[in-house]
């Protein structure tokens, strides 16, 4: 296959727009925070706490919209095993927006803190805090190595060009904005994404839908014509492994850094909460395209087209449907702008996880953990080589493991099973406390690692009720692989049993050395004998303009140094006289 001349420059313009917005965004907003004397590195992390609706609104609906949650939509309703019923990422994105909005946004934004493991440091303390970072990291960097290797693919469908250097450019360009200009930059390249994904795919779908071989979706929704309807089904023997999935789409899209670093950025907590709901909107309008864009796949006669005559599902290429639609059912300069677009906005999308995580290393492990003394400056350049560090990290691991998906489901599994129950503990459970923490994060741990995981060929050591043998039969070469399939909802129950042994245990342990049956000594941990510190003044600056009755008084799991830390005892009163004897004295 030739280099197609027309693919190339539309990825080029593209390419150039996203380099030029995110720089322009990083001059713009270069000053930004400086009158008030914010932190240079909470500027990176957060912006200046100033993000508006407009542009708020699209950076938070970008939180999930990007090259995976295009392409994954459309996957599913094509598959003939799924279809639409099974498409779940759109409807189960847009719930985690509404609930994290409902629950989750105004306290955490309201506290003034900077990353999403700040209230777990602050009552768990800094061991806890690093263990509740590795799956936090894992989930940023196997999403930002995911998008990286979808792209790939998307690319080589457009043109015929060295696939590792295009995935080692489109990073490059990202982290380069990343570096210059941190959460301001991620955020207005997240308008440009999400404005390409949406003219990119709405101008391709009317041409690929009036393609000679493409039948009636209206029907093909119904019955089948070329393959199995398109809308799906969902087997009563699947049920509860639906309700299991989507309840991890629901509750476990909360816990990330990715969208906390929008709620924290938000100029207010009701702001937070706002944008959480307009990205709710914008989840579910932004899936329209890919859904279309499956069903067409889903009822087009391949035989017909340029593709051949063996359709995608048969050469297990089922999870290139979008490109392939766009490439091979529309007019070459209709295909081109449109994959151009969509190349452009995956390679986008990778920049925001790659912040986070980043972000999270030079604050809760490097500066809370390690340094305490840290200057800003200092602060500044870890976080710079981290997102240099991790985003070639997300790189490598696209280009070589084949198994990237399954090591972020896996991931995103543990996202749920283990932090979001530590999430709810911390913000809504009054007397937990670290004991209690670590019990619930190997509960969680041994709960869903003993499942198994297909993706990763990882077999099950605990055979949950209902579980049943599958085959996978690969297509091109003819192997028949077998796997476990739980259909027990698993999932879920390792969640709530990690919730619930955090509860348990930490009552208990508080019990036990309080009542004298234990003795103090052997509180090795300190996280039941210690001075309490009701610390309202959390990590907040007086920009914030925070309601203090909105506080909650948390119990900190550190000793005097650290504690100086996190505590600001100088501001954060309505009329900027407080202190934390004062406060402490409101109770």
């Known amino acids: 296959m030739a280099i197609h001349a027309e693919g190339l420059v539309a990825i080029v313009i593209f390419y150039l727009l996203i380099l030029f917005v995110g720089i322009w965004a990083a001059w713009k907003n270069k000053d930004s925070g400086a009158g008030e004397g914010a932190d240079r590195s909470e500027i990176i992390m957060v912006g200046g706490r100033d993000i508006g609706l407009f542009v708020g609104g699209f950076t938070m609906t970008a939180t999930w919209v990007g090259g995976g949650y295009i392409n994954g939509t459309a996957e599913y309703v094509y598959l003939p095993d799924s279809g639409l019923a099974w498409a779940q990422a759109p409807f189960g994105y847009a719930m985690s927006l509404v609930v994290g909005g409902l629950f989750f946004a105004k306290p955490m934004r309201s506290r003034g803190y900077v990353t999403m493991l700040d209230p777990f440091q602050q009552l768990y303390g800094k061991r806890m805090g690093g263990l509740l970072f590795i799956p936090a990291l894992m989930g940023e960097i196997f999403?930002?190595?995911?998008?990286?290797?979808?792209?790939?693919?998307?690319?080589?469908?457009?043109?015929?060009?060295?696939?590792?250097?295009?995935?080692?450019?489109?990073a490059m360009i990202a982290i380069f904005y990343t570096l210059v200009g941190g959460l301001y930059s991620v955020a207005y390249t997240d308008v440009v994404q999400l404005f390409c994904i949406f003219l990119g795919l709405w101008i391709s779908v009317p041409f690929a839908l009036s393609n000679p071989a493409v039948a009636d979706i209206g029907v093909s929704a119904k019955r089948p014509v070329y393959q199995a309807a398109w809308l799906g089904k969902i087997d009563s023997s699947e049920t509860w492994m639906w309700v299991d999935n989507f309840c991890l789409l629901m509750l476990g899209g909360i816990p990330w850094q990715v969208y906390f670093q929008r709620v924290l950025s938000a100029s207010s907590a009701t702001y937070a909460q706002v944008l959480s709901f307009l990205a709710a909107f914008g989840c579910l309008v932004m899936a329209v395209p890919s859904v279309l864009i499956g069903a067409i796949g889903a009822s087009t006669d391949w035989n017909q087209t340029s593709y051949g005559a063996v359709a995608p599902k048969d050469k297990d290429e089922s999870d290139?449907?979008?490109?392939?639609?766009?490439?091979?059912?529309?007019?070459?300069?209709?295909?081109?702008?449109?994959?151009?677009?969509?190349?452009?906005?995956?390679?986008?999308?990778?920049?925001?996880?790659?912040?986070?995580?980043?972000?999270?290393?030079a604050r809760n492990i490097y500066q809370l953990a390690f340094r305490q003394s840290a200057s800003d400056r200092e602060i500044v350049w870890v976080m710079r080589i981290t997102i240099f560090v991790f985003g070639s990290l997300a790189t490598a691991m696209a280009l070589l493991t084949g198994t990237v998906y399954g090591l972020w489901y896996l991931s995103s599994d543990l996202v749920y099973v283990i932090i979001f129950p530590q999430l709810l503990c911390v913000l809504f459970i009054k007397g937990t406390n670290t004991y209690?923490?670590?019990?619930?994060?190997?509960?969680?741990?041994?709960?869903r690692i003993g499942g198994g995981e297909p993706y990763l060929k990882l077999p099950p050591f605990i055979y949950y009720p209902g579980w049943i043998t599958q085959e996978k039969i690969h297509h091109l070469t003819g192997d028949v692989e077998y796997f476990v399939q739980q259909r027990f909802p698993f999932k879920s129950m390792s969640m709530l049993a990690s919730f619930l042994a955090n509860i348990t245990f930490s009552y208990l342990t508080k019990y036990l050395f309080e009542s004298g049956t234990v003795s103090h000594k052997y509180d090795f941990l300190d996280a039941v004998h210690r001075t309490e510190i009701m610390d309202k003044t959390t990590l907040v600056g007086n920009q914030d303009n925070i309601i203090l009755s909105e506080m909650a008084p948390v119990k900190q799991a550190v000793g005097g140094a650290r504690a100086g830390t996190f505590n600001n005892v100088d501001v954060l009163s309505d009329d900027g006289e407080s202190s934390a004897e004062s406060l402490q004295n409101e109770e």
């Open 143 to 170: 999403w930002s190595a995911a998008i990286l290797s979808a792209l790939g693919a998307t690319l080589s469908v457009i043109v015929d060009i060295d696939i590792n250097m295009s995935v080692i450019i489109s």
């Open 320 to 361: 290139m449907i979008l490109p392939i639609v766009l490439q091979h059912l529309c007019p070459s300069y209709i295909s081109f702008f449109g994959l151009g677009a969509v190349s452009a906005a995956v390679m986008s999308s990778a920049d925001s996880s790659i912040l986070s995580a980043s972000s999270m290393f």
């Open 436 to 447: 209690g923490s670590v019990a619930g994060y190997v509960f969680g741990l041994i709960l």
